[in-house]
C-alpha cells in the first residue's frame, strides 16, 4: 500500500522527464544548496535530482533528531 508521502515521491520523480537541463539544474540546486557538476549529462543529472528527491525524507528526519 502507498501512503500519500510515497505517492508525492512518486510524482516528484516522474515530474523530473518533463524538465530540461536547465530545469534539472535548478532543482538540483533547490535539493542540495550547491550547483550541479560541471559538464554533467542530463540522464545522470535527472538520475541525481531522482536520488535528492528519494533522499530527502531521510535528511530531514536526521536533521531534525540531531
Not at 542530463?42 to 536533521?63: M, S
Request: charged residues 30%; contains cysteine; hydrophobic residues 35%.
Amino acid at each position: 500500500m502507498v501512503n500519500s508521502n510515497q505517492s508525492q515521491v512518486f510524482d516528484e520523480v516522474a515530474a523530473l522527464e518533463a524538465l530540461d537541463h536547465k530545469g534539472l539544474d535548478t532543482r538540483y540546486q533547490d535539493l542540495t544548496g550547491e550547483p550541479p557538476p560541471e559538464r554533467i549529462g542530463r540522464t545522470l543529472l535527472k538520475l541525481a535530482v531522482a536520488y535528492e528527491i528519494l533522499r530527502k525524507p531521510h535528511r530531514e528526519r536526521v536533521c531534525h533528531v540531531a
